[in-house]
């Protein structure tokens, strides 16, 4: 069984930055992609960015030169670094790790809210 854990969420006002992390744990083979995604209230999930295993990054374009997101290989972790947050940034982020043999795993999700 794999585990995700998030943390770094929080509150911060406009323009400031937050630094989100998903550490993986339990029966891990190997680790392809790992991803966030984020929820606002009454809207769908949405992808902010994904990063394969050998580093290729896929990010929305509504992030774009805001965030950047990265990994350690050895820690089984991604980050998403947020700058220049917006109050639109305020959602529900989950981490996503696409697991060899397991599959997609979902994290519980962390609340980021930027107030204005």
């Known amino acids: 069984q794999v585990q995700l854990v998030e943390s770094g969420g929080g509150w911060v006002q406009a323009g400031g930055s937050l630094r989100l992390s998903c550490a993986a744990s339990?029966?891990?083979?190997?680790?392809?992609?790992m991803g966030w995604y984020r929820q606002a209230p009454g809207k769908q999930r949405e992808l902010v960015a994904i990063?394969?295993?050998?580093?290729?990054?896929t990010d929305a374009s509504s992030v774009k030169g805001r965030f950047t997101i990265s990994r350690d290989n050895a820690k089984n972790t991604v980050y998403l670094q947020m700058n220049s947050l917006k109050p639109e940034d305020t959602a529900l982020y989950y981490c996503?790790?696409?697991?060899?043999?397991?599959?997609?795993?979902w994290g519980q999700g962390i609340q980021v809210t930027v107030s204005s």
């Open positions: 996503k790790v696409d697991l060899t043999l397991a599959g997609n795993v």
């Open positions: 339990g029966s891990i083979f190997s680790i392809n992609d």
């Open positions: 990063i394969t295993s050998r580093g290729r990054i």
